[in-house]
């Protein structure tokens, strides 16, 4: 059973890995695109760490997250965001690319490296919060033994894999090389913020304790803001 979640978990990450860096590079239509070169490595390297590490260490969580996407969610709120959020982080990714390959707003190298470090750092809060959180899903959903949690980073805000998201997601363009990339950050974040309202209603009619976990830590996503 590990051997067969081993393999099903790399062989998903390197299919993505893959799609990842078609989609960098056909549209940039070079391979002498080093922003695309270092947002790949980057990004690669924080992906398969952390899949090994929580292979070794909580394989129900990797098996857990290996349900994911439009697909797989149960609730028709939730597959319309999924499906939105599919495509922007796409886009995300292809925008930069194709911005590199026709020059509208190339960003210098500091602000590419700038870009990567945030990646990184948003790569770091997700782990955080799995480190935090064995419960946390590819989809909105309740398990039957699921608690609340509320240490770690979920003492700070209520939703910090969607903050470490939005931290990559600010990353990505910036690590591409593109300032116009920047510009689809503002829909992911009405995405993620969509998202988490409506996974709100559900725990708060789902899981037990959360009402009070909201009084409690008043932040959803950015602290002292949202």
Not at 135 to 161: C, D, L, N, W
């Amino acid at each position: 059973m590990a051997q067969s979640l081993s393999r099903r978990s790399f062989e998903a990450v390197a299919q993505f890995l893959v799609f990842l860096a078609v989609l960098i590079f056909l549209p940039a239509w070079s391979l002498r695109y080093w922003q695309g070169w270092l947002f790949l490595s980057v990004f690669s390297a924080a992906v398969i760490w952390i899949t090994a590490y929580l292979l070794r260490t909580d394989p129900a969580l990797v098996e857990r997250r290996m349900k994911a996407g439009a697909a797989a969610e149960t609730r028709r709120s939730q597959k319309r965001i999924q499906m939105l959020a599919s495509v922007l982080f796409f886009l995300v990714v292809l925008v930069p690319a194709l911005d590199h390959r026709l020059g509208w707003s190339p960003a210098p190298a500091a602000a590419s490296i700038l870009g990567d470090v945030l990646v990184a750092l948003g790569f770091i809060v997700i782990f955080l919060v799995f480190k935090a959180n064995s419960f946390t899903s590819g989809i909105v959903e309740v398990a039957a033994e699921q608690k609340i949690v509320t240490t770690g980073p979920y003492a700070i805000v209520r939703h910090p894999m969607y903050s470490g998201a939005l931290v990559m997601f600010v990353g990505m363009p910036l690590a591409l090389g593109s300032w116009w990339g920047l510009l689809l950050v503002v829909p992911l974040t009405a995405v993620l913020v969509w998202r988490l309202a409506d996974e709100e209603k559900f725990l708060d009619d789902e899981l037990p304790g959360y009402r009070e976990y909201r009084r409690n830590v008043r932040y959803r996503l950015v602290p002292a803001v949202y």
